[in-house]
């Protein structure tokens, strides 16, 4: 049968931006959700607030280089770098209103309801304003420093994302008053909300401190008029300029581009509702920034420090539900963690399977005599020690122990540097990967002496070695001892630490080296069978989709009558439900509780499913510009497990979904009339809560529908929503 493909045009894509700015409105959509715990929401409402300051730090700034070069190249909807940051800058102040709605309408008068109020200094009564000059004069004071600005003093260097306040004074000399602007610089070194002493059964009271600071500038300026102050904070652009191939020393090259970050050009700049229009007009000039350039803030200039609030275990009513993440059943009980992996491969989905069990396959090798070899790949490595502990220890035992750390894992470069250094200083081979390419892989390989033969166990994740992360990121591990995925493993060990050519993996597929092109041919492999009246359907789940020969491809299967079904988190440049182009594609997202953060691929490949699992992303990035894996799940349990019960769950969620519809915007999931309400990851605790053991091994009904290899074999799928 002859497909007629059309052709495809600007408008059969979603702009990147625009789409990354649709998500981060669904992150603050969950902060509205009355349904939601309201401190929860107040974190969903500090971290739509991060993740536009990193919008800013690196899209908006790498769109404001493309303009100032020039650059007229057209996105793949058609837009200029010009037209792209005017469509951005109109998103961005709707999405600005509405935290500051969010945060004046919705939250705060919520939180004063149950307790926890944000004062000013006008609404202190006098024994609070007794202690609060205690406070300031011994915590506060100290550590400021007052910066006039005059031909003496010029503006003072003002760092990235830092919180500040421009003071207006009046001196007088000679008999004649003058007009004087002047900095202090908020301490990043104390708490931006003070709280106040109050009894257990007494409100929680706070006040931000750049307000305390205000109220006893006249303390730091004496002699002078104070006339007003503002907070204001602004946003630099953040990204690493690194020439690798020039480069001899690639840590001490990232080193000094960090420092330098703190410092790079100004992007934007937030001000508080009431700071005049005069002071507005200096920032700007000072910073070199246009009106277009300049945000009005009706709330905290910085709301994540309001994540101060959840610290401890106060307020339970208004949190979710605690949840400890579970051992998976494979593992429970059993004390031998490499003896259950040669029973068979064992998948854990995180974080309702607990990741300590990555970390004890570590630990335990560490100090096993049986192990010859740990090998490990770090990308975003956090603040938990435990695995760089483990592979110290290996090495210090007399293991071969090699760490591939990425050191331009963005935003977790410092603490990359640290633990590298620490690393190499235990003696552990330290690499840095390939020249011109992150290392973004997650694997893990451990080398074991076994009677008289060598046998290599594989830990392969879609997220990161991060012990935090792990907690509220969902993702999958894939434990191995085939031999097959051992010497794959290996091989790219090789290839990530020596000098060699890549070679065609047997289970691997590798960027920026086979992984797309063996990707685009899985999907013409389904077209294939469409066309010859074959099962055809793809099921893929990933964080964002913006690679165009993959859009086009899906674009062509959809067209040839290939089933598809996309759950993306983030952005998705991809437009499903257009008429005659891609009617048979559906995606949806989910922002819930957890990170969704997992990255799978399913193809029905006829009769014969293939179901992988991944570190990346269907971006440019991920494809041609990193080394990513993904690997094929050969275990059948495991493999009916992902598609029969993870996504198909997550197909059918109707609770903390969101369809994305063809003219771009996204529509809320909701179950019918009659219909049962399915929220996927509370479904997905309450089995990893309920979840019994029988003789080590699940009880018939513990992973539900895995029917691979029993049934017809086609991919199941939630009904449409």
């Known amino acids: 049968m002859n497909i007629a493909v059309k052709p495809f045009k600007p408008e059969h894509y979603i702009n990147r931006e625009l789409s990354w700015l649709a998500f981060n409105q669904r992150v603050l959509q969950q902060a509205l959700d009355t349904r939601t715990p309201l401190l929860e929401r107040v974190k969903f409402y500090c971290i739509s607030s991060s993740n536009l300051d990193e919008f800013f730090e690196v899209r908006v700034a790498g769109l404001k280089q493309q303009v100032e070069s020039g650059n007229t190249e057209l996105s793949a909807d058609g837009r200029t770098p010009a037209q792209t940051l005017a469509a951005v800058n109109l998103a961005v102040r ?56 005059d031909p003496a003093h010029p503006f003072p260097q003002i760092l990235n994302r830092s919180l500040n306040i421009i003071v207006r004074v009046l001196s007088t000399a000679k008999g004649q008053r003058h007009r004087h602007l002047a900095v202090v610089q908020v301490p990043r070194v104390l708490p931006r909300l003070v709280s106040l002493p109050r009894a257990a059964s007494k409100p929680r009271d706070y006040i931000f401190l750049a307000h305390v600071i205000g109220h006893f500038l006249g303390d730091l300026f004496p002699g002078t008029e104070i006339e007003g102050f503002w ?36 992007v934007r700049l937030e001000v508080e509702r009431d700071c ?28 994540t420090r309001l994540l101060g609030i959840l610290e401890g275990s106060h307020s339970p009513t208004l949190r979710d539900r605690p949840f400890v993440p579970r051992p998976s059943p494979l593992l429970r009980g059993k004390t031998d963690i490499f003896g259950a992996i040669r029973e068979r491969d064992v998948l854990l989905h995180h974080p309702y399977e607990t990741f300590e069990s990555v970390v004890e396959f570590v630990e335990k090798a560490a100090i096993d005599p049986a192990v010859l070899a740990i ?16 592979l110290i220890n290996a090495a210090r035992n007399g293991k071969q122990v090699t760490a591939v750390v990425e050191l331009r894992a963005r935003f977790d470069e410092a603490n990359n540097i640290s633990w590298a250094r ?19 892989a997650k694997v893990c ?169 991944t570190s990346a992303d269907w971006m440019p990035r991920n494809l041609l510009r990193r080394v990513e894996i993904a690997f094929p799940v050969e275990d059948p349990l495991a493999a009916g497990r992902i598609a029969d019960e993870i996504l198909a769950l997550q197909l059918q969620d109707n ?11 996204y529509r809320r999931c909701t179950a019918g009339r009659g219909a049962r309400r399915r929220r996927s990851q509370m479904e997905f605790i309450a ?32 009904p449409a929503v």
């Open 445 to 613: 390989l451990i080398v074991r002496r076994e009677d008289a033969e060598i046998r290599r166990y594989v830990h392969l994740g879609t997220g990161n070695y991060n012990p935090t992360t792990a907690r509220f990121y969902t993702d999958l591990s894939y434990f191995t001892c085939r031999a097959d995925f051992g010497e794959d493993v290996t091989n790219l060990f090789n290839l990530l630490t020596g000098i060699c050519q890549f070679q065609t993996m047997r289970k691997l597929l590798v960027a920026p080296f086979d992984m797309h092109s063996r990707l685009l041919q899985m999907i013409e492999t389904e077209i294939e069978n469409a066309r010859r009246g074959r099962p055809a359907r793809i099921v893929a789940k990933m964080n964002s989709l913006v690679e165009r020969t993959v859009i086009e491809a899906l674009y062509r299967a959809s067209q040839a009558g290939v089933r598809i079904e996309l759950i993306v988190r983030g952005i998705c440049c991809l437009r499903p439900g257009i008429p005659g182009i891609s009617s048979n594609i559906r995606v949806r997202s989910i922002v819930d509780r957890f990170l969704e953060h997992s990255r799978i691929w399913c193809f029905q490949n006829g009769a014969d499913p293939k179901v992988f699992l």
């Open 375 to 390: 090998k490990l790949t770090l990308y975003r490595i956090g603040g938990d020690r435990r695995l760089v502990t483990a």
């Open 276 to 303: 005049p229009q005069s002071v507005r007009a200096a920032l700007l000039g000072t910073f070199n920034l246009s009106r277009d350039d300049l945000f009005i803030i009706n709330g905290p200039l910085n709301p």
């Open 231 to 266: 907070p204001f904070r602004l946003t630099r652009n953040s990204e690493l300029y690194i020439d690798e191939e020039d480069s001899p020393n690639l840590l001490k090259s990232v080193e000094t581009e960090l420092h330098n970050r703190r410092r790079g050009a100004a």
């Open 94 to 149: 709707r999405m600005v209103t509405a935290q500051s709605r969010c945060w004046g309408r919705e939250l705060r008068p919520a939180l004063a309801r149950h307790g926890i109020r944000f004062l000013r200094v006008a609404e202190l009564s006098d024994s609070d304003l007794a202690w609060l000059d205690a406070f300031y004069h011994k915590e506060v004071r100290p550590v400021l420093t007052p910066m006039a600005i």
């Open 655 to 665: 609770a903390n979904a969101y369809t994305l519809r063809p003219d771009g915007t």
């Open 687 to 718: 089995k990893a809560e309920t979840t019994a053991v029988v003789n080590g091994s699940p009880e018939p009904g513990e992973f539900p529908t895995v029917r691979v290899s029993r049934r017809p074999k086609t991919l199941s799928s939630g």
């Open 422 to 440: 620490q690393l190499e200083e235990a003696g552990v081979n330290v690499v840095y990967g390939l020249v011109g390419f992150k290392i973004h």
